[in-house]
């Protein structure tokens, strides 16, 4: 994408309301807040849809146009007279969910900064190249529907991709808490963005790792997003009685399920096929400790940059899934999740965030998200430019993540710049 900007106050006049942007980030970290400090604010749950209600009140109280697409995603734009509708838009964003017992700034940083740059540029009185829009992405984590990266991909148009009646990892039908969010799943095509309406995607987000924090830099341009494959496999015994059933009678699910566990580590661990697999999720049925168990349902998240090592970590976490089963007399069926291959970001997207954090004095470098983005998603109409700050201690998806204030005002700063620069 080339860089080129129409007059407006010069950049260096130009500065996002530090305190007002810090203010809301406490504000909705105290939405979903359990009793440990984490976050429990999964997509389309009450916590979600309060904390949507609240974006879409400080955005009206801004003086910007909220509205809520199909797949639930929330779009906040100029208000009538000033938007450009017939300009290809500027996307910005990120999203609100949260994983469970997850931290403050995961999404919820990116859309509050989108928020705060749309409510600079009309307080400034700035003329953009594209038509600012603010995003947030519904359901980017999958924590509850394990349908990740689902409002994003329904703004791609990537339908294909996403079941026709989506459910919860127990069977609850998305269709009700969409509606509740103001989503509508028979009208979810009428999400897609038409192609060429985007002129470009920025994200702003922690970077959930630890080298910006051991560099010392205070700026992450990103270059690529990792390819990520979700499987779901259900194995299923036979369930019994723990004290009575002889030991060589029982085909115990939750037995293979561990040997499975370890097995899928190893994938990445020992035999190196992918960068990193995990098991995350483990549903054990009926889950009573007297019982042997009936079934048990393990999440399988595979990720690596490259697509042919990915495809070929899922073929063998397949293999040991089944061969492990057999040998127990077990039943077991994979079924995908998701599958999101590696994205490139935009070379002069990229230029532009780098040349925004030297003005702006911030010691930056370029590198990879092993962390998966709606980026990655929305790669596939529009280039994409994506912004990490340092993440204290390198963690994420716990109560302690965390990012200095100055980290945080420092990202909002260069984001803007960089729009400013387009
Ligand atoms: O799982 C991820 O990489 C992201 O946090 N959704
Ligand atoms: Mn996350
Ligand atoms: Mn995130």
């Known amino acids: ?40 604010r999964v997509a389309f749950g009450d916590d979600d849809l309060r904390a949507r209600a609240e974006f879409l009140r400080e955005a009206a109280a801004a003086g910007l146009a909220g509205s809520v697409d199909a797949a639930g995603n929330i779009l906040v734009r100029r208000p009538p007279g000033l938007a450009r509708p017939d300009l290809p838009a500027l996307l910005v964003g990120s999203h609100l969910d949260t994983v469970v017992n997850g931290g403050r700034l995961d999404g919820a940083y990116g859309v509050l900064v989108a928020l705060e740059i749309l409510q600079t540029v009309v307080e400034h009185g700035v003329e953009l190249s594209y038509e600012p829009v603010a995003v947030v992405f519904a359901n980017e984590e999958g924590a509850r529907f394990p349908q990740p990266f689902w409002g994003s991909r329904a703004l791609a148009g990537h339908l294909d991709e996403l079941p026709a009646e989506p459910c919860d990892h127990d069977g609850a039908p998305l269709r009700g808490p969409l509606a509740r969010a103001g989503g509508d799943l028979d009208r979810l095509a009428t999400a897609a963005w038409p192609p060429g309406s985007v002129a470009a995607y920025l994200e702003l987000h922690v970077e959930q790792g630890p080298v910006l924090e051991a560099g010392g830099e205070r700026i992450g341009v990103v270059s690529d997003i990792t390819g990520r494959t979700l499987l779901i496999a259900v194995v299923r015994g036979g369930a019994g009685h723990a ?3 002889p030991m060589d009678l029982r085909c115990d699910p939750l037995a293979a399920a561990c040997r499975m566990v370890l097995a899928i580590e190893s994938l990445s661990r020992e035999q190196r096929l992918c960068r990193v697999s995990t098991v995350g999720r483990l549903d054990v049925r009926p889950n009573s400790p007297n019982t042997i168990a009936r079934d048990v ?12 090592r990915l495809a070929g970590a899922e073929q063998a976490a397949r293999d040991l899934v089944a061969s492990i089963a057999a040998e127990r007399g077990a039943e077991a069926e994979v079924s995908v999740g998701t599958r999101s291959g590696p994205a490139h970001a935009d070379a002069g997207l990229m230029a532009a965030i780098a040349e925004s954090a030297a003005e702006l004095g911030h010691a930056h470098r370029t590198m990879p998200s092993g962390a998966g983005h709606d980026a990655q998603i929305i790669s596939s109409i529009a280039p994409f430019g994506m912004i990490f700050v340092p993440s204290v201690g390198g963690v994420s998806h716990v ?21 400013l620069r387009l």
Do not use: C
Request: glycine share 10%; proline share 5%.
């Open 1 to 40: 994408m080339t860089t080129g900007s129409i007059a407006h106050p010069p950049r260096e006049k130009m500065a996002i309301d530090g305190a007002r942007l810090l203010d809301r980030i406490e504000r909705f970290a105290a939405i979903g807040r359990n009793a440990t400090g984490g976050l429990d």
């Open 243 to 245: 004290g009575t059933t």
């Open 297 to 308: 349902t393990l999440t399988i998240d595979l990720r690596d940059g490259d697509p042919a």
């Open 399 to 419: 109560p302690e993540e965390d990012t200095a204030d100055a980290d945080l005002i420092a990202g909002a700063e260069v984001l803007l710049h960089t729009a």
